[in-house]
């Protein structure tokens, strides 16, 4: 066995990030035989950890959760960042690429409350709490009776506020849950057929410097093509209708038969219009799929449809 060298992992601080990290080393340590002292892990807080009192959209999008593990990649203080890839902008700084993803875990949200069994089992006026904007405006689409407010913090802090009775019901992602041990909250999963995930959902992706092909031999072991195949047609498609990260925008693609099914949303935030694009081919064709159901949603889109 080839002498273990030493791999720095960045992650964010909290307990997702941690279990991601984690399945990220014990993946490698499998892979490898190489042991956990030679794969340590830094820990970098990020700006949106920092941020607790609005929503993300708000304060500057997605790149806030990765630009400072961006800045540690590049100045080699790591050498690989474990990403939820949900939560990845479609553009990355110069110099860093995904090199892969690992084995992607459940896609679904699940309905999480305590009095009330389903979406459909609400009553009129109930609260339902949700940072998400594509959640959000999928709620309102279904139940547009209910109250939908903002729902801030890490999957634990959500847990406890709906605990304490902040709202009636929240939604979380069924991957962060498994990742978290935390499935014994969930009260229903919702199918993606009624209610679809966000771009990437479920998924690890794997940052690291672009040249650096040492980093990029020893995770090949641990990557997932058909993930990878999805990813490049979910993050096509967003980059399609990107620009605005107030839009819901909702993307889900998968292996059927051998072909890469990609289904897209947008919807109008307060629910009242939602459209839909499916597209499907050769997984070899990835983006152009993701591509062509974003641009088709971008040409059927009203020009109101981005602001109202
Ligand atoms: N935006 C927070 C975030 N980023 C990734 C996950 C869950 C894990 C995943 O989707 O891979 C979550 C929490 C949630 O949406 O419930």
């Not at 890490?154 to 605990?163: D, F």
């Not at 978290?180 to 410097?209: C, K, M, N, S, Y």
């Not at 109008?268 to 993701?290: F, K």
Request: hydrophobic share 45%; proline share 5%.
């Amino acid at each position: 066995m080839a002498a273990s060298p030493t791999l720095v992992i960045g992650t964010r601080g909290s307990p997702l990030a941690l279990a991601q990290a984690h399945e990220t080393q014990d993946r490698l340590v499998a892979a490898h035989g190489w042991t956990v002292e030679h794969l340590p892990l830094s820990i970098i807080k990020t700006t949106g950890d920092a941020i607790q009192d609005r929503p993300l959209s708000e304060a500057g999008g997605k790149g806030l959760f990765t630009k400072e593990l961006d800045i540690a990649l590049l100045d080699g203080s790591i050498d690989l960042a474990v990403h939820s890839a949900k939560d990845l902008p479609t553009a990355l700084p110069e110099g860093i690429v995904i090199a892969g993803f690992l084995p992607r875990e459940d896609v679904r949200d699940a309905f999480i409350s305590h009095r009330y069994r389903s979406l459909s089992d609400l009553p009129q006026g109930a609260v339902v709490g949700s940072a998400s904007l594509r959640r959000q405006a999928q709620v309102r689409r279904l139940r547009p009776d209910l109250q939908v407010t903002l729902l801030r913090g890490n999957v634990q802090t959500r847990l406890a506020k709906l605990e304490r009775g902040e709202v009636d019901a929240t939604l979380l992602a069924m991957a962060g849950l498994r990742r978290l041990g935390l499935t014994d909250h969930v009260t229903t999963v919702l199918e993606t057929d009624d209610f679809l995930p966000a771009v990437g959902q479920g998924a690890i992706a794997i940052a690291i410097r672009a040249e650096d092909e040492r980093v990029r031999a020893a995770l090949a072991p641990i990557l997932d093509m058909a993930t990878a195949h999805a990813l490049a047609a979910e993050r096509a498609f967003l980059t399609i209708l990107d620009g605005s990260c107030r839009t819901p925008i909702a993307g889900h693609a998968r292996l059927v038969g051998g072909e890469l099914e990609i289904r897209g949303l947008v919807l109008r935030p307060d629910g009242s219009e939602c459209l839909e694009a499916i597209r499907r081919g050769s997984p070899d064709d990835a983006a152009a799929l993701g591509r062509e159901a974003g641009s088709e949603l971008r040409s059927r889109m009203p020009p109101d449809f981005l602001t109202s």
